[in-house]
C-alpha cells in the first residue's frame, strides 16, 4: 500500500546501545525528514534529506545518524542511545521544495531507553 | 531565535460549540504557515497558508493568516466529539519549526 511506514512501532533499549529506526515511503517523495516528539517541546526536527544521499541537520542532530542510499529509505540511527533521546519519533516525507512544507507523517515509533 | 506560540494550551468545550485556535510566531524567512491535527498517532496536514487575509476551508474548520501581526488562527465550528485532538502550527522557514500545540477535547 502507498504511504510511509515506520518500524519498529514500540522499542526499549537499554543505555548505551545502538538503535536504528526505519522509515519507508512509496510517494517518491524527494524530502524525507526526521522529527522526536516530547511533552512541552512539540515537534523538533533532528535531519532531513532533500534527495538520496544529500542529508542535513535539524534543530536537535546530536546523538543522530542518518543515510539516504535509496529515495524510499530514510534511517535513523541512535549510535549509543542515552535516556534523553527517550522519545516518539515520526518520520515524514514531502514533495518538492516549494511545497515541501506539507509533510506526510508516518505513525511514529516510540523509543524508551532504560 | 524563531518561535511558534500556540493558545491556548488546552480546551474544554460541548459539542455544537464554536472554537478559536491561535498561532502567533516570529521567525526569520517565513514562508508559510501549517496546521496539523494530531489525533493519538501521526500528525495529518489540514492547511498551508501563505498568504494574508485569504481564509481556507474545509468542511466545518477554516483558517486565516494575517503576515503584518504574525498570527494565525484555525476555526472550528459545530463541534464534534472527532474533533477532539491536538492542533499543531508549523512555520515553514528554512524547515517545518513546530508550536506546542492546543490539546482540543469536546464533551459530548
Known amino acids: 500500500d502507498a504511504g510511509i511506514t515506520q518500524s519498529p512501532r514500540y522499542k526499549i533499549t537499554e543505555t548505551g546501545r545502538q538503535v536504528t529506526l526505519m522509515c519507508h515511503q512509496t510517494?517518491?517523495?524527494?524530502?524525507m525528514f526526521w522529527y522526536r516528539q516530547d511533552l512541552g517541546h512539540g515537534l523538533r526536527l533532528i535531519y532531513y534529506?532533500?534527495?538520496?544521499?544529500?542529508?542535513d541537520k535539524g534543530e536537535v542532530p546530536d546523538g543522530y545518524v542518518v543515510s539516504r542510499s535509496k529515495t524510499e529509505n530514510f534511517p535513523l540511527t541512535l549510535e549509543s542511545a542515552t535516556r534523553s533521546q527517550t522519545s516518539v519519533y515520526f518520520c515524514?516525507?514531502?514533495?518538492?521544495?516549494?511545497?515541501?512544507?506539507?509533510?506526510?507523517f508516518g505513525p511514529g515509533t516510540r523509543l524508551t531507553v532504560t | 531565535e524563531d518561535k511558534v506560540v500556540q493558545s491556548p494550551l488546552s480546551l474544554v468545550v460541548h459539542e455544537g460549540d464554536t472554537v478559536t485556535l491561535n498561532c502567533s510566531y516570529e521567525?526569520?524567512?517565513?514562508?508559510?504557515l501549517l496546521w496539523y491535527k494530531q489525533e493519538k498517532k501521526a500528525p495529518t496536514f489540514l492547511f498551508m497558508l501563505?498568504?494574508?487575509?485569504i481564509e481556507k476551508k474545509s468542511g466545518r474548520l477554516s483558517s486565516i493568516l494575517d503576515k503584518k501581526e504574525l498570527f494565525s488562527i484555525l476555526n472550528i465550528t459545530a463541534t464534534q466529539t472527532g474533533d477532539s485532538a491536538i492542533y499543531l502550527c508549523?512555520?515553514?522557514?528554512?524547515?517545518?519549526?513546530f508550536g506546542t500545540g492546543t490539546r482540543l477535547t469536546v464533551i459530548p
Open positions: 515524514a516525507s514531502g514533495l518538492d521544495r516549494g511545497r515541501s512544507y506539507e509533510q506526510y
Open positions: 510517494w517518491s517523495h524527494s524530502y
Open positions: 534529506s532533500a534527495a538520496a544521499d544529500i542529508t
Open positions: 521567525v526569520t524567512n517565513f514562508r508559510s
Open positions: 501563505t498568504s494574508s487575509g
Open positions: 508549523a512555520i515553514g522557514a528554512n524547515n517545518l519549526f
